[in-house]
């Protein structure tokens, strides 16, 4: 963390990885070529692991949540089947997925009671106490994965650590050393670290930050949706509207995540579209409502967002910043959770105001 | 929820990840020296090269240096080399119309383009190429080589599990006028590398020998000097033809270590090491390249054969190299557990899905997709 030298850009051709329309085909050929063992029952524990890990892959580039069920079915059936330690690992990552944090640390002591190696165990348990918001523990964790070993992955963990902990001339360091390490040809790996740096400069009110970051995730890999919609957010936060639209139709129609649909329904609110942003506001509180009797800790957060902005429903919005907050203590469900008790205080002093007239 | 994020898994690009390598006279009855590369596993039916990587073929001429207990190789300095490099096709996002093109760079200065999936390949300045998707020619009970290793005891069954039935790769086929294209021989190294393309090039994988570096290099139990290295990746990245000073020692101790515990498999010592603790194929197996002998006759069962004759210090018979479909694990367990003092040993799977063709692109074509996409 030392010597800082200056980013090549991926402009320049550097670091080069494999065309975006390539990785996405591959990734599907992994997935088709794993799945098809896994149905026919030649598949390995390492591969079954492994097919977990490319369907969330896929979920999170695609914005599919039809890839994260996928993958967990897949876990369940694995710890069903065998009771493996790399069982257990893989639906320790799916509990960590859908936010069920406690349920994903019971099952990694199983995994590392039965014989999952220290390391890993420790990078698993890292990621957790930083979903938890336990920043402390995740960051001597974080710290000691690159003293063992200062590589592109422990690097880029870290840096995504400090960036959530809002230390960004840190984190921008890291962001840029664990970019010099990278060794790879996958576009995954880059373009993952890029959109988590653009959340963090949108998080800071730092939008051409933001979508310079966003715009290298979307160079490397074209069809990642969430990069896509985030890009349309801070086109829309700079007056860029119309092209925020036009970026979000395809995304609210081809992806069952509602956060496009909701963000759709804010900006064409936002507008003045109100016919067009109602219907899309029904669309994302049926699919939040739905999604929400399943994955509540999942998808509180997002879901109290909408009912704060666009939704228009500050109660139930409040009802899951709680839930958020409960699940997670970091600052932004925390922040969540302060607008959400505003909202409801705002609209209390509002229907007083009113009785009083 | 799409947000949280909490740091990059290690994520291999599948088209770079090499799995098999071949290397052995044209069964055609030509003379010409074939040579193949299998990267990406288990391929789906979408899988494509990638446009970032460079997929290298080495060949230096090479001689026997010494036989008997020191057995080794001299290998040359006049090295051609084929660089194979693809680009994004234009229908890329398209199953159907996605046609990738290629083309191979000789060192020598000549290219030759070829389309993907065209079993007739691409053929100029004595090389014809062809590179696409065909039926995974290697057989293996996976499983059991784990059990095998945990349990300290040989765990085939009678019948086994083929880990790659009905599985496809991408591969890439080189069947070269060696007199013409070649420099010395007909003795030759042959080595394959994946490298990440750039203004400098850097190696992803390299692969010569089979299964050198996962059922022998692997297991880091056995390994008193480096127990909790996971050496393979520093093995990757060295060039097979000056394997650097700084790692041999620790590459010498996990061959040394794990072959000796394959040796008490059988319960007894075939394979006594020497003073210093140094099993007798470690040397040989360290010279991580096929070595093909162009001028012999082609076989479908010769892996090592040459290797063998340098130890018993005779002439060796046949090609050497490695045919597609050798049966290359009871070959290895073979060797590794008894020498071929005792009785073959069979892993239970004597037979890959399809066999390869003695003909142009040899390896037989893909298999039909075994469930539907989720």
């Known amino acids: 963390m030392t010597n800082v030298h200056p980013m090549p850009t991926p402009s320049a051709g550097w670091p080069q990885t494999t065309d975006g329309s390539i990785a996405a085909r591959n990734l599907d050929a992994q997935i088709e070529g794993l799945q098809a063992d896994a149905t026919s029952g030649y598949s390995t524990a390492e591969a079954r692991l492994r097919l977990i890990d490319l369907l969330v892959l896929r979920g999170r580039v695609l914005g599919r949540i039809a890839d994260y069920r996928g993958a967990e079915q897949l876990a369940n059936r694995f710890v069903r089947k065998t009771g493996s330690a790399e069982s257990f690992l893989g639906r320790a990552r799916i509990h960590a997925l859908f936010h069920r944090f406690p349920a994903a640390l019971d099952d990694l002591n199983i995994a590392q009671a039965l014989s999952i190696d220290r390391t890993t165990a420790e990078e698993e348990r890292a990621a957790i106490f930083q979903g ?40 921008q360091q890291l962001h840029v050393e664990s970019q010099l390490r990278y060794r790879g040809v996958s576009p995954f790996p880059l373009a993952l670290l890029d959109f988590q740096f653009g959340q963090m400069w949108i998080h800071k009110g730092e939008c051409k930050k933001a979508q310079n970051l966003l715009q290298l995730a979307v160079q490397r890999l074209p069809g990642y949706v969430p990069a896509q919609g985030h890009l349309a957010e801070v086109e829309a936060e700079i007056g860029d509207a119309e092209h925020a639209v036009a ?48 994955y509540p800790e999942a998808f509180a957060d997002h879901a109290a967002e909408f009912w704060l902005g666009p939704g228009a429903n500050p109660h139930k919005a409040l009802e899951l910043a709680q839930i958020n907050f409960a699940t997670r203590k970091t600052p932004r469900s925390h922040a969540l959770l302060s607008r959400a008790l505003g909202a409801n205080e705002t609209l209390r002093s509002g229907i007083h105001g009113t009785d009083g007239l | 929820m799409s947000d949280h994020f909490s740091g990059p898994r290690a994520l291999a690009d599948p088209a770079a990840d090499m799995s098999d390598v071949f290397a052995f ?7 010409d020296l074939v040579m193949a590369m299998n990267v990406f596993s288990k391929a789906g039916p979408t899988a ?30 006049d090295e051609v080399s084929f660089d194979c490099l693809f680009d994004v096709p234009i229908d890329s996002k398209d199953d159907e119309r996605a046609v990738q093109q290629g083309r191979c760079n000789f060192s020598t ?65 080189l069947k070269v006028d060696w007199p013409k294209v070649l420099r010395g021989g007909p003795l030759f190294a042959v080595v394959c590398e994946t490298l990440a393309a750039g203004k400098r090039p850097v190696r992803i994988e390299r692969l010569g020998r089979p299964e050198i570096k996962n059922v022998t290099l692997s297991w ?14 520093l093995y990757n990245s060295e060039d097979a033809f000056h394997v650097s000073s700084d790692y041999i020692e620790a590459y010498r101790a996990r061959f040394n270590a794990n072959l000796a515990f394959f040796d008490t498999l059988d319960g007894k010592v075939d394979w006594p090491l020497d003073a210093q603790g140094n099993h007798p194929l470690t040397n040989l197996l360290l010279a991580d390249f096929l070595v093909v002998d162009a001028s012999k006759e082609f076989r479908e069962t010769s892996y090592f054969e040459i290797e063998q004759a340098m130890l018993k210090d005779r002439a060796h018979v046949t090609p050497g190299g490695r045919w597609l479909n050798e049966d290359l694990m009871d070959f290895l367990f073979t060797l590794y557990v008894n020498a071929g003092n005792g009785p073959r040993i069979n892993d239970g799977v004597d037979a890959p899905i399809a066999w390869s063709s003695k003909v142009f692109p040899y390896l037989a074509p893909p298999n039909p997709p075994k469930a539907k996409p989720l």
Not at chain 2, 25 to 31: A, M
Not at chain 2, 114 to 120: H, I, L, T, Y
């Open chain 2, 25 to 31: 006279p044209s069964p055609e009855g030509t003379k």
């Open chain 2, 109 to 173: 200065g000549q290219v030759t383009t070829f389309q993907v999936n065209d079993e007739g390949g691409g053929e100029g300045a004595g090389v014809r190429v062809f590179a696409g998707q065909r039926s995974d020619p290697f057989f293996l009970d996976v499983r059991m080589v784990e059990k095998t290793v945990a349990s300290r005891k040989l765990a085939f069954k009678k019948v086994g599990s083929d880990t790659l039935y009905g599985t496809n790769v991408l591969s890439i086929v």
């Open chain 1, 132 to 171: 938890l918001g336990r920043y402390d523990e995740a960051l001597a964790l974080r710290q000691q994965a690159v003293a063992r070993c200062a590589s592109f992955e422990s690097l880029a963990a870290l840096a995504g650590l400090y960036a959530e902990r809002g230390e960004i001339e840190t984190a």
């Open chain 2, 220 to 233: 880091k139990q056995f390994d008193q000097t480096n127990r909790n290295l996971e050496i393979r990746d």
């Open chain 1, 247 to 294: 970026r979000l139709y395809p995304l609210a129609m081809s992806s069952d995540d509602p956060d496009y649909v909701s963000q759709l329904a804010r900006i064409l609110r936002d507008l003045g579209r109100t016919e067009e942003s109602q219907h899309w506001c029904r669309l994302a509180a049926e699919i939040y409502s739905s999604l929400l009797v399943e």
């Open chain 2, 48 to 77: 494509l090269f990638s446009d970032a990587v460079i997929y290298r073929f080495r060949v230096r001429p090479v001689t026997v240096a010494a036989t008997g207990s020191r057995a080794a190789f001299a290998v040359g300095s």
